[in-house]
């Protein structure tokens, strides 16, 4: 909403700058408590950050371009994801962990300035686009025909909102399943240990990166061929009927490293949908994107909260690490058929 209304430009300045100031303030944490609230308040500043770009897409990406854009950013998000502890094992021998938070925080407070400072919220504003290219984005954007919402139940009222939020949830609920309990589950489920458990427990995160540029740029050119809408759809429903099968296949398996393949493959085939699912947010959304897609993105994080309690509470109930893949693999058949 704060991006609706005030522009991209100024609200991603703050968030970043907010994030940037309490990842550095991670350094001074002195005990669980300061370094919980720490984070909490770091979670804050960060969650404005992708709504932030939705209402940037809105402005300046083609109906026709966004998968392609979208996937690239997610792609960077989920690549940077899989690089940022190899990053940190490298220079960890020369910095101790404090240091690091500050240095990490630094980095987004340079990126912050640097945007203020390119960026502008419209084409037209800004000095190098030149008139024929302002005059492409503002026609083919859809700004003119998609439907404005304005207030938080405006948005749940449109019909597409509702299988956006669906997806999302079984999204994060999978993608918080990979970066927390999936080491534990490989060495507890199959025994794996080392350099196997390591390559598997990171395998998700990188076959991600090559799902996103395929989920967005595949999107856009089957859309060349059907509808936007068909497109958008095929990849949502695909996407998540193959991550169901890969992730239910997985438990029914006793070899570990075909299992923790398999799993892989799950979550990569659930990031097929993530371009296409923000693209529709933004299209959908018209003038109010940051709105929209805040919404979809809130549901997604309810998601993210449950997945590792809900693993935790089934084991320790029955002892059964596969019983919470099962679990996920429902929930990924439930995200195809709410989005068929």
């Known amino acids: 909403w704060w991006a609706d209304r005030d522009g991209a430009r100024k609200v991603l300045t703050w968030v970043v700058l907010v994030w940037s100031a309490f990842t550095m303030a991670t350094a001074a944490a002195w005990n669980f408590v300061s370094m919980a609230a720490i984070r909490f308040l770091f979670g804050i500043g960060e969650a404005g950050a992708w709504p ?9 990406i083609p109906l026709a ?21 190899l990053v940190v094992a490298a220079i960890a021998g020369w910095l101790e962990w404090r240091a690091i938070f500050v240095v990490f925080g630094l980095v987004g407070m ?20 030149p008139a024929d290219e302002r005059d492409h984005i503002e026609a083919t954007r859809g700004l003119s025909v998609a439907k404005s919402q ?25 993608f918080y399943f990979f970066i927390t309990w ?28 090559v799902a996103d540029l395929t989920g967005g740029e595949g999107s856009d050119r089957l859309a ?9 759809r095929a990849f949502g429903v695909g996407g998540y009927v193959l991550a169901a099968t890969a992730i239910f296949l997985a438990t029914q398996l006793q070899v570990g490293f075909v299992a923790g393949f398999l799993i892989a493959i799950g979550g990569a085939c659930s990031m097929l949908t993530l371009a296409p699912a923000w693209a529709t947010a933004v299209d959908v959304g018209g003038r ?20 590792p309690l809900v693993l935790a509470y089934l084991v320790d ?11 996920l693999a429902g929930i990924y058949a439930l995200a195809a058929v709410e989005i068929g």
């Not at 304005?150 to 609920?173: D, E, I, M, R």
């Not at 060349?224 to 958008?232: E, G, M």
């Open 52 to 60: 932030s770009v939705a209402r940037v897409y809105s402005r300046w």
């Open 65 to 85: 371009e966004r998968g392609r854009i979208q996937g690239i950013f997610f792609a960077g998000a989920h690549l940077s994801g899989g690089l940022t502890p």
């Open 110 to 129: 340079v990126w912050a300035l640097g945007w203020y400072a390119w960026f502008r919220d419209e084409p037209r504003d800004h000095p190098s686009v």
């Open 150 to 174: 304005g207030s938080w139940l405006a948005v749940f009222k449109t019909p597409t909102v509702a299988p956006l939020c669906v997806q999302a949830f079984a999204n994060s609920y999978g």
């Open 182 to 209: 999936l080491p534990t589950y490989l060495a507890q489920a199959h025994g794996m240990k080392g350099a196997e458990l390591a390559v598997f427990s990171g395998l998700p995160l990188m076959l991600s990166f």
């Open 224 to 232: 060349r061929i059907f509808s936007l809408r068909a497109a958008r």
């Open 288 to 307: 109010h994107a940051g709105v929209t897609a805040g919404v979809m993105n809130t549901v997604g994080q309810v998601g993210g909260i449950l997945s």
């Open 317 to 327: 109930a029955t002892n059964d690490w596969n019983l919470p893949l099962l679990v």
